[in-house]
């Protein structure tokens, strides 16, 4: 412990620490400030027939609950930066710009980040704004008020409140330890958790002793489930390179021998949130519709009522798709995280080696071979994770707390990345870190 007060002391790290916490404190307060003319009720029981809904208010801390400024979160950032990455293996000019513009093509990559942050977010708010506009549950609308001016404030706010939070994750990432938009993403889940624990003791008050047991049951299984999740995310395959030496003058260079890290999870938690946010749409597009439509148009009010029973949440049926989804995106984001000619291509002109294997094409093939491997057992594992916490409710009974794939990956990767970067920086001070 005595290390961890010494390190404690650095004014760098304190100061960085600080800067975390002082954009969390901004973030729970965006979450608070809410919009005028909303009916909460109406609103409320609005969100509690989503799933989809329930799965993008896990990452805004309740925002989306109250129908804050930040109601839409950094979800139109994350689909940008998405976006992004798939056209950098598209758009030659931005691979480009990615592999040889250094810094400045960084920077250049994260403006046009932002500036298609601002378009993806106009367009959720204007259609967000126009949906519920237009649904009326019994004798209220979501909205209390009306009007063009109305709608243009809530738009704007909207958009205002995303820009204005991936603007405190970037600050963050400079000034603070860690990625700042991942730490926002993760303030928000875990802001939930206090809800989630007094309800659940709130039942178990009243249920009584059975339903604590299914609470200490419920919390082993998510023990091992982040135990699992740890394990796969520091995994990782470590192919030795050697480097043949050569004589410069009088003196030799080289010969040293290192190693190529490849991640046993390279897709992260990129590809459930793709596979499942393929899952939630039809359910929320046919809600959507029969609120808008249903109450004039029987016929889609039957159509939506088919579409809900069909992908009902939680089946089998569901689950086996979910799965089949996750393990489909693993692969194909995997491949464009970590391409093996890029890779085999760069030990090449490196002068670097596999024992064993021939630079080139064979050094790419045997690439592809190992990498195939490692995706085939993070992709069952994210599929296993995908899928369990259905049956992990429905076994211990515990439906009070809402256990999400997509959180737990969250929570344990951005913890240990700040733990790693945390690391980093006292090893720069001769301390002794946190982690062994």
């Avoid at 019994?138 to 909207?158: I, Q």
């Avoid at 204005?164 to 875990?190: D, P, R």
């Avoid at 670097?352 to 050094?363: A, E, L, N, Q, Y």
Wanted: proline share 3%; glycine share 10%; hydrophobic share 50%.
């Amino acid at each position: 412990m005595a290390s961890t007060f010494d390190a404690l002391k650095s004014d760098d790290i304190r100061s960085r620490l600080g800067w975390v916490f002082f954009g969390l404190a901004i973030f729970v307060l965006v979450v608070h400030v809410g919009m005028p003319g909303i009916n909460k009720e109406v609103w409320n029981a609005l969100l509690s027939k989503g799933e989809l809904f329930k799965f993008l208010g896990m990452f805004t801390g309740g925002a989306l609950n109250n129908f804050s400024v930040a109601a839409m979160g950094i979800t139109p950032y994350i689909n940008a930066s998405i976006i992004m990455q798939l056209l950098t293996v598209v758009l030659p000019q931005l691979k480009e710009l990615q592999k040889e513009g250094g810094e400045q093509g960084r920077r250049e990559i994260g403006r046009y980040t932002r500036y298609l942050t601002l378009g993806l977010a106009a367009l959720q708010a204007v259609f967000m704004t126009v949906s519920l506009a237009r649904i009326d549950n019994g004798h209220s609308g979501v909205f209390t008020m009306s009007g063009v001016g109305f709608y243009v404030m809530l738009v704007l706010a909207l958009v205002s409140g995303t820009m204005f939070l991936m603007w405190l994750g970037e600050l963050m990432t400079e000034k603070g330890i860690g990625n700042g938009i991942s730490m926002l993403i993760f303030g928000g889940i875990v802001l939930r958790f206090p809800d989630y624990l007094k309800t659940s003791l709130q039942v178990a008050n009243i249920q009584g002793a059975t339903y604590y047991l299914a609470l200490i049951i419920f919390a082993i299984i998510l023990i091992a489930l982040v135990a699992g999740i740890i394990f796969i995310h520091l995994g990782m395959r470590k192919i030795p390179i050697q480097y043949p030496r050569r004589q410069v003058g009088n003196k030799m260079y080289g010969g040293q021998t290192s190693y190529l890290p490849i991640r046993v999870n390279n897709a992260g938690v990129i590809s459930i949130i793709f596979a499942i946010s393929i899952m939630y749409l039809p359910n929320t597009i046919a809600q959507v519709s029969n609120a808008m439509w249903g109450a004039n148009h029987p016929a889609v009010a039957e159509f939506a009522q088919n579409v809900e029973r069909i992908f009902a949440p939680h089946g089998f049926t569901y689950n086996l798709c979910y799965a089949a989804l996750v393990i489909f995106f693993t692969y194909f984001y995997s491949a464009i995280t970590f391409n093996v000619n890029d890779v085999a291509d760069n030990l090449k002109k490196g002068g670097g080696f596999i024992p064993g294997i021939r630079p080139g094409r064979p050094t790419a093939e045997y690439l592809e071979r190992v990498f195939s491997r490692l995706t085939f057992i993070s992709s069952i594992f994210l599929a296993f994770l995908a899928v369990a916490p259905t049956y992990i409710m429905q076994l211990t009974k515990v439906n009070t707390f809402f256990l999400g794939s997509t959180s737990l990956l969250i929570i344990v990767g951005v913890a240990l990345d700040v733990m790693q970067q945390i690391q980093a920086r006292l090893t720069l001070r001769h301390y002794q870190g946190f982690m062994k």
